[in-house]
């Protein structure tokens, strides 16, 4: 089992920045990778970032790329998101996720993420 507790959202303006943060416990040993995804009211949810636990790979949707970094710091069992020149478009509750899935390619699919947080708001002002 893992846990997964996020924080950091919040209301910015557009153009602004935030940093989210996701603290795993339990059994990250077996974590393979850990993503981002953000669900808009009345929208489905939809992968934002991921980083494999180990190593330096990450991935992003395109909507994001040069706007946000995901990082890790595996000392502190932490994740982050930094999401920079925010658009009003970005508002959705994000969610950080935990997958033992060893395969690269799925991490977009949410389904194939066995862990996911409580998520956390994020409001992007006009």
């Known amino acids: 089992q893992v846990q997964l507790v996020e924080s950091g959202g919040g209301l910015v303006q557009a153009g602004g920045s935030l940093r989210l943060s996701c603290v795993a416990s339990g059994r990250t040993s077996s974590v393979y990778a850990m993503g981002w995804f953000r669900q808009a009211p009345g929208k489905e949810r939809e992968f934002v970032a991921a980083i494999k636990w180990t190593g330096s790979i990450s991935r992003y949707t395109d909507s994001v790329k040069g706007r946000f970094t995901i990082s890790r710091d595996n000392a502190k069992n932490t994740v982050y998101l930094q999401m920079n020149s925010l658009k009003p478009e970005d508002t959705a509750v994000y969610y950080c996720?935990?997958?033992?899935?060893?395969?690269?390619?799925?991490?977009?699919?949410?389904?194939?993420?066995?862990?996911w947080g409580q998520g956390t708001q994020v409001t992007v002002s006009s």
């Open positions: 996720a935990a997958t033992y899935t060893v395969q690269w390619g799925w991490v977009l699919l949410a389904d194939k993420y066995d862990y």
